[in-house]
């Protein structure tokens, strides 16, 4: 079965709003119309910060009605499960743990790589970076050497841990 969709868009977008606008209005068609063409478990937003005690809100599709979320900070070299995530329609609500169960030791303020798990069709392949440095804008196109540079986005420095 092939669906075709077309869409009026306004002039007034940039050329990057109207490819934004298509994967989002793509992706949105997928998730209604896909069926099951996606077993696994598929994440298509996720907040960009978060701390550690902090709730987040994973919207995606085919979670299932148990899934398990899976966390590796960047500082560890294991992931664990993180325990309670409860399932609201196309959403996967936890709170981010304080403590790391492996190893009894607290978690550090740094970048987490978060994914899911369907236990009826397995792991995700869509993984997530929470606290990711995200470049958004640049102060010139191109840099000569020794000239100056600023560069304006979202956690470009966490600290030391």
């Known amino acids: ?3 075709n969709f077309s869409f009026r868009i306004p002039r007034r977008l940039s050329g990057i709003g109207v490819a934004r606008m298509r994967s989002f209005f793509s992706a949105t068609l997928l998730v209604i119309f896909g069926g099951t063409a996606l077993a696994e478990p598929f994440i298509f937003n996720a907040p960009h910060t978060a701390r ?3 709730w987040m809100s994973l919207t995606g599709h085919a979670f299932g009605p148990n899934p398990m979320v899976f966390m590796k900070p ?3 070299a294991n992931s664990f499960q ?3 995530p409860k399932t609201v329609d196309v959403a996967v609500n936890f709170q981010l743990p304080k403590i790391n169960p492996l190893t009894q030791q607290p978690i550090p303020f740094t970048q987490y790589e978060i994914w899911t798990m369907n236990p009826g069709f397995g792991f995700s392949h869509s993984h997530v970076f929470i606290n990711a440095p995200r470049a958004m ?5 191109q840099v000569a050497s020794s000239s100056p540079l600023r560069i304006f986005g979202r956690n470009l420095y966490l600290g030391a841990g």
């Open 137 to 141: 804008h640049f102060d010139f196109p």
């Open 52 to 54: 550690p005690g902090d």
């Open 1 to 3: 079965m092939q669906l």
């Open 82 to 84: 993180i325990q309670g």
């Open 74 to 76: 960047a500082t560890e």
